[in-house]
């Protein structure tokens, strides 16, 4: 059987019968989605069990297989692994006799992470297979075991005394001595960072107050207060941040923008976009974590339905016209452009970008950072892209009537244009444009396909069946047809692997609606946004609600859930 795509342990279940290659593929391309395991997906799935895993890895290759539940963590060697180590390539060392350290992880394939044990204690390492849910327990309670969270790590304000107070250092000063990497600011900071990337976190705030000081995650969409520092670190996390994303630490009276880079190993680094904004009591800062891995994830792991799918990969390979994303923020445009692109990006295709800022490095694909200080705005850029020769033509946002009418021309003439716009669904994104003040003839003969998009938290793999009165959910969106009982809602419940939260990861719903002819005589008979919402409809064109309900019916999240992120 060929497998070319697939790897590792899920080459070896395909091959020994135990998972079909689809499933397979599929079950990939979610972890990476979901920014989990593979292990983590299939078990979810419930294709195989945590313990039929086990079982298969220790039959396949020959490795003792060790039930964790006989396992009292309080024994398990202390401090021989780095946190970080053990919990981005899932193992926990388990005991050592003489030069040998045993480890217990549940993918026998990832030898990266055997090479980095090897690595890191000089040992010579003997793998044992365990079971994956148990072995996530074990790993968190070894963690907290070690007192590196960050509420256990928050610095003594005795200690930030002697290093200087209250007092704000040099340029000079930050430079040579807040990289000192034993430092206790910079131990926490980049603590934090880590701990933000590991549980997926999107942003970070920073925020002081008057009394306290606030650092929290927006992890799924929502933001969970992580720590409350002393009041006397915010200046000296404000230093180290601003000093790290090349900001001027000795302005704080007005906001700043920057970049910084996290890298984590030899082939993944993360970017932080960086915004500080001056309050009552000091500066917050919003750092946001961009995965560059997010845009080249693929189409299928954004979770498109299959028509949709269909719909947008044609619209895309056309040689000209305008493709149009919309939606809140946050709200995933962004990856879906750049997946878009990255589809398109080929030897023999010239693609530039505008953006503010540029969100996610692709090579092959030349990008510009806006900056309407300098006079580069998105018109300018645009202006320069079309005596560049350009393909393919990307702007950040369509914000004015001068940016909308050049980019209608280039779409005019020769190009694929790809942009977003801020408006609910994708009926308004016409009428909006019609009142920015462009021409409908111009509407209609450059556009040819919009999708709005929300993200909604995705169930965890402990979710269970709940109880709707059928009233309930007619009101929200379903027909008598689709309450035939062949299919029951599911709701959160909570566990270890979601934090009690019942949600874990996040699923795209979207409405995608191709222009056709009869939507075109409705822009040019200036028709409104309930009109072309009515023809699209006739037209097959779910509404974001229907997409929601749809994935509620798949079992991928919540009505509660979709309910929060649409609007009829």
Known sequence: MSTPQISGLARLLVQHGRLSETDAEALQSAALSNKTTFIEQLTQSKKLTAR??????????????????????SYLPQGLLDNNVMRMQRLVPLFKRGTKLFIGLSDITNLEAVEKVRFQTNSQVEPIIVEDNKLIVLLNKTIEATGASLKDMVIDEADLALEGGEQEPSAAETQMGQDI????????????????????????????????????????????????????????????IKVISKLDISEKRIPQDGRMKLVLSKSRAIDFRVSTLPTMHGEKIVMRILDPSSATLG???????PDQKAIILDAIQRPYGMVLVTGPTGSGKTVSLYTCLNLLNKPDINISTAEDPCEINLPGINQVNVNDKAGLTFSAALKA??????????????RDLETADIAIK???????????????DAPTTLTRMLNMGIQPFNIA????????????????????????????????GFTQEDLDGTWEPYGPTGCD??????????????????????????????GNAIDIADQARREGVLSLREAGLRKVKQGLTSLEEVMAVTNI
Do not use: W
Not at 52 to 73: K, N, W
Not at 385 to 398: A, C, K, S, T
Not at 412 to 424: A, C, D, E, R, W
Not at 448 to 473: D, F, G, N, Y
């Open 52 to 73: 039929e895993v086990a079982e298969f890895s220790a039959q396949t290759f020959g490795y003792p297989l060790l039930d964790l539940d006989r396992i009292d963590s």
């Open 299 to 305: 189409i299928d792991a954004l979770g498109y339905d």
């Open 385 to 398: 892209f079309l005596r560049q020769d350009p393909d393919i033509i990307m702007v950040g946002e369509i």
């Open 181 to 240: 990497d034993d430092a206790p600011v910079v131990k926490y900071l980049q603590k934090m960072l880590m701990d933000a990337i590991n549980t997926g976190a999107s942003d970070i705030h920073f925020e002081p107050y008057e009394k306290f000081y606030r650092i929290r995650f927006r992890v799924d969409g929502v933001l969970r207060e992580i720590a409350q520092p002393p009041l006397a670190i915010k200046e000296k996390i404000s230093s180290r």
């Open 445 to 476: 003969s450059s556009v040819i396909l919009i999708t709005a998009q929300r993200l909604a938290r995705r169930l965890c793999s402990c979710k269970k069946h709940v109880e709707i009165p059928p009233q309930a959910m007619l009101d929200a």
């Open 497 to 526: 692997l979601c934090k009690g939260t019942g949600y874990k990861g996040r699923v795209g719903i979207y409405q995608v609606m191709p222009i056709t002819d009869e939507i075109n005589r409705l822009i040019m008979n200036h």
């Open 410 to 424: 280039a779409a005019q003439t020769g190009h694929m244009v790809f942009s977003t716009l801020h408006t609910n």
